[in-house]
């Protein structure tokens, strides 16, 4: 296992992934500061979701390493990923959805406990881990609303839920694909000022089509096209580059 | 009224050894002994998201080994008891490896390709199981050295294993561990990302299950005093199934109501009809067709209607 | 070396028989996503059709009756797709489980239509003398069956890969809700790759009549093999059916002839094998 001394979050390190004929990932490299707020963006079909799914485990690239915190990751299936400290969020809201609020988060918080195996006692028994769902749900603003069925919350608050449970494992990397769609003005607002609210432990990496909302939440950006890494850089750089434009208005 | 449940249930089964004949009470047995063979089942499918149509492995097997090991290798039946069980749970161990390659119908196809060869097995090897005959003349245990042999004292045994055996499966189903089983059967994409190892819960799941289908195949031979290859069938573990989404896959006590129905018909009819797989094969098609979630959450939902509108 | 040469030959008997069989649970699968648990009882509706019409009418023809048949169970499986299937669209497990019931159905049917007893299917005359091959006695019927398998096979081969009706089932395959968008009628697709698998299954049954016989069970002593079948060669695939047949006949026969007590077992360990190392199958694709 190659240890980095670099110090860098998460390096991908020239990552390919084709399917068939098509390839989906070429060569991408990407090196994120921990603390940093990177946005990934680029048009549809850019291979973006393909390399979050990549980093998460869902999907085993061809070639290419993948490191977080230095270890490597690459071959390690999604389970384990979480007990290094990665956690993601997805563009289809996955929730538990006949169960609480509270459920929810408190079967987020139990991921990385020893407790999962407890095969006698109730999560009820826990009394500190549901008191922590509930500490995350007030930090999310949904506490009222903790003993309510998802089925019964509206989408916007759904969103929020799914941060919450993402935020609640205190993961050291999380990854955001698209957190803000589907939402509405206020809504939007909200999880964007949950999501920079976020403390600097975590590393965040976001994949966003909605460029106003994002922009401002992004230090750092990186443009994809067919699944390869086009500018990457400062945000104020990469908005500025002719090649971003390219992309977006076409030549 | 969960309460006023609870003292109906406990009541109708204490009728049968206090007020019911030898016939009655022993149809009580059979229904305790499937009741046992369906919520094990019901592990898998109702709380595990996984569909089996090879459960009848368990039983059998189980069933099989206490027969041999009791009559022709001369074990004690505390001894005999304790093999049957581990060998089962072993073998639902190896199976689980197996199986979990596939999900949904490569699972559910790969389930029925074992407990087929099993059951081929328990025709063909006929110098071990003696094949098409059966193996007969078996005994009951006599645990603390009471008699099992009358009805009403086997009908109290079997009370007790099942009320054993519902409170475990109760107990596995409410813990921290049954929730992490629950959500992968519901999202098991989003429970990895979220540190939760999918295929171990599966398989712990698939083992325990294996394990109390076990037991009521323990109780099974008890019963009858005779194991034959039919048990082994996919008639038996359609039978269990049947029973599962009759009585309501999503609760606990719904799949021994199911396979409580499924009993009683199975012996009213053929009282009167030699034709059960033909009426098994038409309730299958009618409660999948009519009533896909079953009995008990239909009545459950009809009583919260009916209080909902007397308010 | 004659029980070599035999039983080699047995086994591709076997082989092609399970191939009629399976090539039909196989596009079943492939296209509808459905674990057709009937195939077996539409298999052996064919063997007792055979039993009762070739042995009724002197010599009606195995051919007739295998593609008459063919029909009829064709027409049944239509039936059913179109009264129950197509009501439980969204229900895969409710398919699977009413595909269990029809098979119980079916086989309590023939039970109390053609009673307990095995009924034995006459080899066609014209081909009962054997045929000698390179100084090799072997039985002509069981040459045919072979033949009627490939046969099978290549038709087959150029209905799905080279007509335009195959064209729209291998749409369908890849992508259902694609191939609806682009104007394919995929649920009258269903019903007649449904028709076209239980007919190839019935006509099998005949075919097999005189090798197999008729006998109440044999529904459930062909299921598990053409599972075993499509577990090992592939699910959806066409060639897996082929070459996983084979190689099952191939194993259960030369298995039951040298491990009688053993031969379930035998069959099971290759099953394990494929499951262990290549879960989809030797021809399947992942995710299938």
């Known amino acids: 296992m190659i240890v980095s001394t670099s110090g860098y979050a998460l390096e991908v390190v020239n990552l390919k992934k084709a399917f068939g004929g098509l390839a989906v990932t070429q060569n991408v490299s990407l090196s994120i500061r921990p603390g940093e707020r990177r946005l990934i963006i680029g048009p549809n079909g850019a291979g973006k979701t393909t390399l979050f799914n990549q980093i998460s485990g869902d999907l085993r690239p061809n070639s290419g390493a993948i490191r977080l915190f230095g270890s490597d990751i690459t071959h390690l299936p999604p389970y384990k990923r979480a007990h290094f400290g990665l956690s993601r969020t997805y563009q289809i809201i996955t929730l538990f959805a006949g169960d609480t609020l509270e459920h929810n988060v408190t079967l987020g918080l ?36 903790a003993t309510h069925p998802i089925s019964d919350i509206a989408y916007g608050e759904r969103r929020r839920v799914e941060l919450a449970m993402a935020l609640a494992q205190r ?61 990457d850089g400062e945000r104020d750089a990469v908005i500025a580059d002719e090649r971003t434009r390219e992309v977006y208005l076409g030549t | 009224m969960k309460w006023i449940g609870i003292a109906l249930l406990a009541g109708s089964l204490l009728v049968p050894p206090l007020f019911a ?70 073998m639902a161990a190896f199976f689980g490896l197996i199986a979990l390659r596939a999900s949904g119908l490569g699972f559910l196809m790969i389930t029925l390709a074992l407990s ?49 055996a519902f409170v475990m499966m109760t107990i596995f189903v409410s813990s921290a561990f049954g929730s992490s089983m629950k959500g992968v059967r519901d999202q098991p994409r989003r429970m990895a990302a979220l540190g939760f190892n999918p295929w171990l819960i599966r398989w712990i799941t698939f ?45 606990l006590g719904g799949p021994a109501v199911g396979a409580a129905l499924v009993l009683l018909l199975k012996n009213y009819v053929s009282a009167y009809l030699e034709r059960w797989n033909m009426l098994l094969g038409l309730v299958f098609l009618f409660i999948v067709l009519v009533m896909p979630t079953g009995i008990v959450p239909g009545v459950s939902s009809l009583t919260a209607r009916l209080r909902g509108g007397s308010r | 070396m004659q029980f070599w040469i035999i039983q080699g030959l047995n086994s591709l008997s076997l082989g092609g028989l399970l191939f009629l069989l399976s090539s039909g649970f196989s596009l079943i699968f492939g296209l509808m996503r459905l674990a057709n648990l009937t195939h077996g009882a539409f298999f052996m509706l064919g063997t007792y059709f055979a039993a009762t019409a070739m042995r009724a009418h002197d010599g009606l023809n195995i051919w007739v009756a295998a593609v008459g048949a063919g029909i009829a169970v064709a ?110 009628p995929v649920s009258n697709l269903f019903t007649l790759v449904f028709c076209l698998g239980a007919g190839i299954a019935g006509a099998g049954g005949v075919l097999g009549g005189p090798i197999l016989s008729a006998y109440p069970g044999l529904d459930a002593d062909m299921l598990p093999l053409a599972l075993i079948v499509v577990i090992l060669g592939g699910i959806g695939s066409l060639l897996g ?48």
Not at chain 1, 126 to 145: C, F, I, K, Q, S
Not at chain 2, 128 to 146: E, K, S, Y
Not at chain 3, 250 to 265: N, Q
Request: aromatic residues 12%.
């Open chain 2, 21 to 90: 004949g030898d016939f009655y009470v022993n149809l009580a047995s059979q229904i305790l002994i499937a009741a046992i063979f369906a919520l094990s089942l019901n592990l898998l499918v109702g709380f595990g998201g996984m569909t089996s149509l090879g459960h009848a492995s368990y039983l059998g097997v189980a069933a099989y080994i206490c027969a041999l090991l009791t009559s022709r290798y001369g074990f004690g039946h505390g001894t005999a008891a304790l093999l049957s069980i581990a060998g089962t749970t072993a």
């Open chain 3, 241 to 288: 059916a082929f070459v996983g047949s084979f190689i099952v006949g191939i194993i259960y026969t030369f298995g039951t002839a040298l491990f009688p007590e053993l031969a379930y077992i035998i069959l099971f360990l290759p099953m394990i094998f494929v499951i262990a190392f290549r879960p989809q199958g030797l021809f399947g694709r992942v995710g299938a």
């Open chain 3, 75 to 184: 027409v049944i499986g239509g039936l059913f797709e179109r009264l129950v299937l197509t009501r439980l669209k969204a229900n895969p497990l409710g398919q699977v489980l009413v595909t269990l019931g029809m098979s119980f159905i079916i086989s309590d049917a023939c039970l109390m239509f053609w009673g307990g007893d095995s009924i034995p299917v006459p080899t066609p005359q014209n081909l009962q003398s054997p045929t000698r091959v390179l100084g090799f006695v072997f039985p002509t019927y069981r040459l045919v069956l072979v033949g009627c398998a490939i046969a099978t096979a290549i038709l087959l081969y150029f209905l799905i890969e080279r007509t335009r009706l195959g064209a729209m089932i291998r749409a369908g395959v890849d992508d259902r809700q694609m191939a609806r968008a682009v104007g394919i």
């Open chain 2, 207 to 251: 083992v325990y299950a294996g394990f109390w289908g076990g037991v009521s195949g323990l109780l099974y031979v008890y019963y009858h005093k005779y194991i034959h290859p039919t048990s082994l069938s996919t008639t038996s573990s359609a039978e269990a199934l049947l029973g599962v989404i009759a009585g309501g896959s999503g609760t």
């Open chain 1, 171 to 231: 993961p050291r990397v999380l990854l955001l694909d698209e957190p803000l769609a589907g939402l509405s003005n206020t809504e939007r607002s909200t999880v964007k000022s949950l999501i920079a609210s976020i403390p600097r432990e975590t590393t965040i990496i976001m994949i966003e089509h909605d460029m106003d909302t994002a922009l401002d939440l992004a230090e750092t950006v990186t443009l994809l096209n067919y699944g390869r890494v086009i500018v």
């Open chain 1, 110 to 145: 139990l991921g990385l406990r020893p407790a999962r195996w407890q095969m006698w006692r109730p999560l009820s028994f826990y009394g500190n881990m549901v008191a922590e769902a509930h500490r995350t749900l007030d930090a999310v603003g949904l506490l009222p609303l």
């Open chain 2, 116 to 164: 087929q060869v099993l059951w081929g097995l328990a025709y063909r090897m006929s110098n071990v199981t003696n094949g098409d005959n059966g193996i007969a003349g078996l005994t009951r245990p006599a645990p603390f050295g009471i008699s099992l042999d009358s009805p009403i004292s086997f009908y109290w045994f079997a009370l007790i294993v099942a009320t054993f």
